[in-house]
C-alpha cells in the first residue's frame, strides 16, 4: 500500500485547504455546547409532512420516471416554476436561463470551474462567504477583497481596485458578491451600490456573480432589488438555493445566467455529477406548483426574526462596552467586532471551555485579516439558548478584555 498519497496530489489538491474553522468547529460537538456557530436552518421550520405526501404521490403515479437519471440542466418542470420565481423581479427569464445545481455550493464550483485558471483574479467583499472563498482558491484563484461597511460592498474601493488593476492590464474573472444579509455579516448592499456596481462591471467588463440565498428571509426595511432585476446587459450570474427557505437535505439549488452562457457551465456539471437527483426535483416542483413555498417562507421569516430580536436584545444587554455588532435585517447571521485588540481566534478555546461557540471571522476574509471579528448564527439555537449563550460568550469576552 502507498502509505503517503501526497505526491499523487495535483497541485489543485494540494491547495485544498482544510479550513481552521472546521479543525475549530470539531471542539464544539459536545452537547453541553449552544453553538452559534453553524449554518443550519432551524430543524423545526421544514415541511416534513407536505413533503412525505408529495413524495408518496410521486413514487406511486412516476415512480420510475422519478427514480431515473435526468438532464444535467434539470427537470423541466423545475426549471418553468423558477423561471417564473425568477421573473418576478426581471420579466424575460425562461427555463433556459435556469441550471439546476445540487447546492449552490456545487454553482460556485461550477462558475470557478469555467471562469477560473492559476493567478486569475475574483474580487469580493471583505468579509466574504467561506464556501466561496474555498471554491475559489480550489482553483487557485488570486482573491481581492473589498471592505464592506454597514451598506454592503464600497463601491469607492472597487472602483479604485478595478482601476487599479485595469492600469495594470489586469482583469478580474468576476466580481463575487453576497448582497442580502451577507453570510457572514448579515449586512446588505443598498440600490444604489448595487446600481453603481452594475456601471463598474459595466465600465471594466467584469461579470459578477450575485450569491443570495438569503434574499426572501427579510424581517424589517425594505427590500432592495436583485442585481439581476436592475442588469440591463446581461452581465450577472445569479446563485439561488433552497437550503434557506425550503430545507438543505434535497441539496437543490439554481445557477441563472445569460442563456448563451450557460453552455460551459452544463458541461463542468455533467462531469461532476451528471445531474442533480430526479426525485427531489420533483419534490421541489411540485412543492411551488401547490402554491407552499410563498407560506413556507414567511413561516421561516417569522421564526428567524424573532430569533434575531432576542440575539439583538441579549447582546444589549450581556456584552461590555467595546463590542459592536450588525443588525441584519434578515437571512441568519450577525457579526460582531471586538476591540481591535482583541483575537477571537485565541478567545475561541476559552468560549468553547464555557460552553458557547462562534465562528472565527478571519476564516471569512481572502486576506487573513479580520482577527477581532466572529460569526453568531441565530436560526439553530433555541430562544433559551441563545439568551444563555451571547451571557456566556459576554463574560468571556468581558474576562480576556
Ligand atoms: C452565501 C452562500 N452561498 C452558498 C451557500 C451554499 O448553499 P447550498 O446549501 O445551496 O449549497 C451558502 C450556505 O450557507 C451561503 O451562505
Given at each position: 500500500?502507498?502509505?503517503?498519497?501526497?505526491?499523487?496530489?495535483?497541485?489543485?489538491?494540494?491547495?485544498?485547504?482544510?479550513?481552521?474553522?472546521?479543525?475549530?468547529?470539531?471542539?464544539?460537538?459536545?452537547?453541553?455546547?449552544?453553538?452559534?456557530?453553524?449554518?443550519?436552518?432551524?430543524?423545526?421550520?421544514?415541511?416534513?409532512?407536505?413533503?412525505?405526501?408529495?413524495?408518496?404521490?410521486i413514487l406511486r403515479e412516476r415512480g420510475r420516471f422519478a427514480l431515473q437519471y435526468g438532464p444535467t440542466e434539470g427537470e423541466m418542470p423545475l426549471r418553468e416554476e423558477l423561471a417564473k420565481w425568477m421573473a418576478l423581479?426581471?420579466?424575460?427569464?425562461?427555463?433556459?436561463?435556469?441550471?439546476?445545481?445540487?447546492?449552490?455550493?456545487?454553482?460556485?464550483?461550477?462558475?470557478?470551474?469555467?471562469?477560473?485558471?492559476?493567478?486569475?483574479?475574483?474580487?469580493?467583499?471583505?468579509?466574504?462567504?467561506?464556501?466561496?472563498?474555498?471554491?475559489?482558491?480550489?482553483?487557485?484563484?488570486?482573491?481581492?477583497?473589498?471592505?464592506?461597511?454597514?451598506?454592503?460592498?464600497?463601491?469607492?474601493?472597487l472602483e479604485k481596485t478595478l482601476a487599479r488593476l485595469a492600469k495594470r492590464h489586469k482583469k478580474p474573472k468576476f466580481i463575487y458578491v453576497v448582497p442580502d444579509f451577507q453570510n457572514p455579516s448579515g449586512v446588505t448592499l443598498t440600490e444604489a451600490r448595487r446600481r453603481r456596481l452594475l456601471e463598474l462591471a459595466y465600465a471594466y467588463e467584469v461579470p459578477i456573480v450575485e450569491d443570495s440565498p438569503?434574499?426572501?428571509?427579510?424581517?424589517?426595511?425594505?427590500?432592495?432589488?436583485?442585481?439581476?432585476?436592475?442588469?440591463?446587459?446581461?452581465?450577472?450570474?445569479?446563485?439561488?438555493?433552497?437550503?434557506?427557505?425550503?430545507?438543505?437535505?434535497?441539496?437543490?439549488?439554481?445557477?441563472?445566467?445569460?442563456?448563451?452562457?450557460?453552455?460551459?457551465?452544463?458541461?463542468?456539471?455533467?462531469?461532476?455529477?451528471?445531474?442533480?437527483?430526479?426525485?427531489?426535483?420533483?419534490?421541489?416542483?411540485?412543492?411551488?406548483?401547490?402554491?407552499?413555498?410563498?407560506?413556507?417562507?414567511?413561516?421561516?421569516?417569522?421564526?428567524?426574526?424573532?430569533?434575531?430580536?432576542?440575539?439583538?436584545?441579549?447582546?444589549?444587554?450581556?456584552?461590555?462596552?467595546?463590542?459592536?455588532?450588525?443588525?441584519?435585517?434578515?437571512?441568519?447571521?450577525?457579526?460582531?467586532?471586538?476591540?481591535?485588540?482583541?483575537?477571537?481566534?485565541?478567545?475561541?478555546?476559552?468560549?468553547?471551555?464555557?460552553?458557547?461557540?462562534?465562528?472565527?471571522?478571519?476564516?471569512?476574509?481572502?486576506?487573513?485579516?479580520?482577527?477581532?471579528?466572529?460569526?453568531?448564527?441565530?436560526?439553530?439555537?433555541?430562544?433559551?439558548?441563545?439568551?444563555?449563550?451571547?451571557?456566556?460568550?459576554?463574560?468571556?469576552?468581558?474576562?480576556?478584555?
Open positions: 500500500m502507498i502509505k503517503d498519497l501526497s505526491p499523487f496530489y495535483s497541485k489543485n489538491a494540494r491547495n485544498l485547504q482544510s479550513s481552521v474553522i472546521r479543525e475549530l468547529l470539531k471542539l464544539t460537538r459536545k452537547p453541553e455546547i449552544i453553538s452559534f456557530a453553524g449554518g443550519l436552518p432551524a430543524p423545526e421550520t421544514f415541511p416534513v409532512e407536505a413533503i412525505e405526501q408529495i413524495s408518496c404521490r423581479s426581471k420579466p424575460g427569464i425562461t427555463p433556459a436561463n435556469i441550471l439546476i445545481t445540487s447546492g449552490s455550493q456545487q454553482g460556485l464550483d461550477i462558475v470557478a470551474k469555467v471562469f477560473i485558471d492559476p493567478g486569475d483574479i475574483v474580487v469580493m467583499e471583505l468579509p466574504s462567504y467561506i464556501g466561496g472563498i474555498q471554491a475559489f482558491s480550489a482553483y487557485r484563484a488570486k482573491m481581492i477583497g473589498v471592505s464592506q461597511d454597514s451598506h454592503g460592498m464600497r463601491m469607492d474601493l438569503y434574499r426572501d428571509l427579510r424581517f424589517r426595511g425594505v427590500a432592495q432589488p436583485p442585481i439581476y432585476g436592475l442588469d440591463t446587459q446581461d452581465q450577472v450570474i445569479v446563485l439561488g438555493t433552497f437550503s434557506k427557505i425550503f430545507c438543505p437535505g434535497l441539496r437543490l439549488a439554481w445557477l441563472m445566467a445569460p442563456a448563451s452562457w450557460t453552455d460551459r457551465m452544463v458541461v463542468s456539471k455533467q462531469s461532476m455529477d451528471l445531474a442533480s437527483p430526479t426525485f427531489n426535483q420533483m419534490i421541489a416542483a411540485e412543492y411551488m406548483r401547490q402554491g407552499l413555498l410563498r407560506p413556507q417562507i414567511e413561516a421561516i421569516r417569522k421564526l428567524y426574526g424573532k430569533k434575531r430580536n432576542i440575539m439583538l436584545k441579549a447582546l444589549k444587554e450581556f456584552m461590555p462596552k467595546g463590542v459592536r455588532w450588525t443588525k441584519p435585517e434578515g437571512g441568519l447571521f450577525l457579526w460582531v467586532k471586538l476591540p481591535r485588540t482583541m483575537n477571537a481566534t485565541t478567545l475561541f478555546r476559552s468560549a468553547v471551555d464555557e460552553n458557547v461557540a462562534y465562528v472565527v471571522g478571519e476564516a471569512f476574509y481572502c486576506n487573513g485579516k479580520g482577527q477581532n471579528t466572529m460569526r453568531l448564527n441565530f436560526s439553530y439555537p433555541s430562544e433559551e439558548q441563545i439568551v444563555e449563550g451571547i451571557r456566556r460568550l459576554a463574560a468571556v469576552i468581558k474576562k480576556n478584555m
